[in-house]
Antibody
Framework: EVHLVESGGGLVQPGGSLRLSCAVSGITSSTHWMSWVRQAPGRGLEWVTMIKEDGSRAHYVDSVKGRFTISRDNAKHSLYLQLNNLRVEDTAVYYC????????????WGQGTLVTVSS | QSALTQPASVSGSPGQSITISCTGTSSDIGTYNFVSWYQQHPGKAPKLMIFEVNKRPSGVSNRFSGSKSGDTASLTISGLQAEDEADYYCCSYAGSRFWVFGGGTKLTVL
């Protein structure tokens, strides 16, 4: 059974930083693109970023370019998201998800970790 | 890069069928057959229900079906059951390595 477990969320002031982690089990994560999708309180889903299987390529939504960095450590079966220069509007539950590149869909999801940006 | 448009809410009685629409543009749904649908119960993670417009992952009930016409995709749930009550989100590839979700539709089973 596939399990994705996020951690690292919390309360941070505007302009601050946070690093999210996602532990993957039940699949060979090194053969999957991985992604982060966020959901602001009471709002819909928003794709944020994704990274290729070997970490050689990454894509970002415009609103986080230059502030967020996705990375992965396949040896540790882990995905990361470094969040810098955080804004109030970045407040959301952040989900990690596997991404099926041959079909363009998010197949397995974690339970999410809440990031709150507030002074 | 605007979100796809979904009705805020739909409702139906047990046993009935409902359809949720998802309207995009010629830059996303109108061009690509990479439309997926996700079910989300309150406080839970999203769950993949449909991918590539009309394909069901293993384990998803055949009461769920998807379709597309022009710039609009649709999710149909037949034989409504109480456990289908949830939020539903559509998603489409929008080119240039960007994926866009809909705003979500709250399904109420009366």
């Amino acid at each position: 059974e596939v399990h994705l477990v996020e951690s690292g969320g919390g309360l941070v002031q505007p302009g601050g930083s946070l690093r999210l982690s996602c532990a993957v089990s039940g699949i060979t994560s090194s053969t999957h693109w991985m992604s982060w999708v966020r959901q602001a309180p009471g709002r819909g889903l928003e794709w944020v970023t994704m990274i290729k299987e070997d970490g050689s390529r990454a894509h970002y939504v415009d609103s986080v370019k230059g502030r967020f960095t996705i990375s992965r450590d396949n040896a540790k079966h882990s995905l990361y998201l470094q969040l810098n220069n955080l804004r109030v509007e970045d407040t959301a539950v952040y989900y990690c998800a596997t991404f099926e590149d041959d079909g363009d869909y998010f197949d397995y999801w974690g339970q999410g970790t809440l990031v709150t940006v507030s002074s | 890069q605007s979100a796809l448009t979904q009705p805020a809410s739909v409702s139906g009685s047990p046993g009935q069928s409902i359809t949720i629409s998802c309207t995009g543009t010629s830059s996303d749904i109108g061009t690509y057959n990479f439309v997926s649908w996700y079910q989300q119960h309150p406080g839970k993670a999203p769950k993949l229900m449909i991918f590539e417009v009309n394909k069901r992952p293993s384990g998803v009930s055949n009461r769920f079906s998807g379709s597309k016409s022009g710039d609009t995709a649709s999710l149909t749930i037949s034989g409504l059951q109480a456990e289908d009550e949830a939020d539903y989100y559509c998603c489409s590839y929008a080119g240039s390595r960007f994926w866009v979700f809909g705003g979500g539709t709250k399904l109420t089973v009366l």
